[in-house]
């Protein structure tokens, strides 16, 4: 039974075999128009115009519905666009955050000195007594001395005289070493 079978209307009974010049693509569209406009409405529509007109006026429907789908197409299309970009955005936000929370972090997990340390030692001279692997060693055991858990320090080695040095202040301190090489 079709749409346009209308009970309550005896005067008018539409079948799809009375309208056979009509397309199954225009007779979907006839049907969408019955629940749309309502039956009795296309009824007199089909009744009331010749077949050029019935054809124009379907392909009009047709077209109207395209035109609609292709508005809700275009509206998703553009909200999907914003909602990409918001996003977007938010994901920047987000990766700006977690580097300026990483940078905090960083930052106090390796706290630099607020002063340096400064070992002053004599220069190599490059002359056969003076030897670069023993300034290196030199040089070695200046730096193993300030560590920051001893409060003074003081080296024997051969040939070098070293004066105690005392730690300055906190760990931290500037402390400058002062090395002879004895002859």
């Not at 005896?10 to 039956?39: K, N």
């Not at 858990?149 to 005392?166: A, E, R, S, Y």
Request: net charge negative; charged share 25%; hydrophobic share 35%.
């Amino acid at each position: 039974m079709n749409m346009l079978d209308d009970e309550d209307d005896q005067s008018f009974h539409a079948t799809r075999d009375g309208y056979s010049h009509l397309s199954d693509v225009e007779w979907d569209a006839v049907e969408r128009m019955g629940s749309t406009m309502g039956i009795h409405a296309v009824s007199v529509m089909l009744e009331a115009l010749n077949r050029d007109a019935q054809h124009a006026t379907i392909a009009k429907f047709i077209q109207n519905g395209l035109d609609a789908e292709r508005e809700k197409v275009a509206l998703l299309h553009q909200q999907g666009s914003q909602q990409a970009e918001l996003l977007r955005e938010q994901g920047a936000q987000q990766f700006e955050l977690l580097r300026q929370q990483q940078a905090a972090a960083g930052g106090s997990m390796h706290s630099r000195r607020p002063e340096t340390l400064k070992i002053d030692i004599s220069k190599h001279r490059g002359v056969e007594e003076d030897s670069l692997l023993r300034w290196f060693v030199v040089l070695d055991e200046a730096i193993r001395c300030v560590a920051p858990t001893t409060g003074t320090c003081k080296l024997h080695l051969p040939n070098q005289i070293w004066q105690d040095v005392p730690r300055l202040g906190h760990w931290g301190s500037s402390c400058t070493t002062h090395m002879r090489l004895g002859r």
